[in-house]
């Protein structure tokens, strides 16, 4: 069997409400999600981000590269793509996943399969939501999309801090303490908009409040994340961070001086579940847990889901910490409407499919009418 073709397809939808983190809104969600063709007629799918050149450097770079190879060439395969051409983890990540649905379906197994086998077959998720509304006061409706959250089964969940004052959004952190209580694990994300100050200010007052994570206040800067081993030494509350990096060089540099205590790689930014797997490997061996950052389509929430079910508990306890599913609660057509199957999520849990490659089914007429040319 060859390869014998990748098409991309960039698809955008307009939301209905501008809704975002701390330092701008979504007016639109957009993906950018790649097909990989063989001779036999077997496809792979994936997913990454539609930044600006990542859907070029697929189609005119790593498609040549590519082509005609046999995509059971995994190793082979992989070194050529990041191979001497200063290779991109966005548009890596998502050629990546696609290979690895391709070489599922083919051998009849599903990607985690293709890793070494799961060491669990649910994955809880935790719900990615509470983001700021143009116009409406979280204090107010934090809370209550905390509690519809905690109706569906949800156990865990975060919220978007650092979009106004400190004490208006401490005020909306303690008023979700207050909804849920005591027992749901609640984490905030600053999306880079604290100084070093105000960003260990706000980390004590989260602890006060039993958070369980702090995730990236600071700027990020990569490949740098500067400061962030000053607040992971300052701070009992853990650090979260580094969502942003794009390869293992970054990774490694960020976990040998504990820029963190939990690190976030992305299978869409970073180079695929493989990359992954070895970035929590090397996070494991500095005591740093590993918790990946997802915030995309289907096929990335698919792809993270066998990455999740890969990856061993924190310890050997009989309660122990074990890793979570991301799972954005903003609006997204591209999480379930392209697709005949997807990942069955249901009260709070996500289950590891055990049917060929990914384990979803896309609708390439659905995709079509979201796909701009």
Sequence with gaps: MKITGIKTFFLKHPMTKATGPSNFYYRV??????????DEGVSGWGETVAFTGV????EEQYASILIGRDPLAHRENSREIWGQNFGNGMAIGGLTIALDDLRG?????????????????????????????????????YPREATELLG???RAMKMRLGGQSIPK???????VRKAVGPDVKLMADGNGAYTLGTAIKMGR??????????????PQNAPNYAGYEVLTEKLDIP????????????????????????????????????ECLFVAEMARLRGIQCMPHCWAGGLVIAASVHLLALLPDTSWGRYTEVPM????????????????????????????PTTPGLGVDVDEVALKRYAEK
């Design 239 to 274: 650090i979260a961070a580094c969502e942003g990096l794009t390869n293992r060089a970054m990774f490694h540099d960020a976990i040998a001086r504990r820029a963190m205590a939990i690190v976030q790689p992305d299978v869409a930014l970073a180079g695929g579940i493989g």
């Design 152 to 154: 569906q089964g949800f």
């Design 29 to 38: 969600r957009t993906t950018l999600i790649i097909k990989v063709e063989t």
């Design 105 to 141: 379906k083919i051998l009849k197994m599903p990607v985690v399969d293709l890793y070494g086998g799961r060491l669990r077959s649910q994955i809880p998720a935790y719900a990615s939501a509470m983001n700021y509304i143009e116009g409406e006061d979280p204090a107010e409706f």
């Design 169 to 175: 959004d401490l005020a909306a952190a303690t008023a």
């Design 325 to 352: 599913l991301e799972l954005d609660r903003v609006e997204n057509p591209f999480r379930e409407n392209i697709f005949h199957k997807t990942i069955t999520i249901k009260n709070g849990f996500a289950t590891v």
């Design 55 to 58: 859907r070029t450097l697929i």
């Design 205 to 218: 007052k989260l602890e006060e409040l039993d958070y369980y994570w702090w995730e990236e206040p600071l």
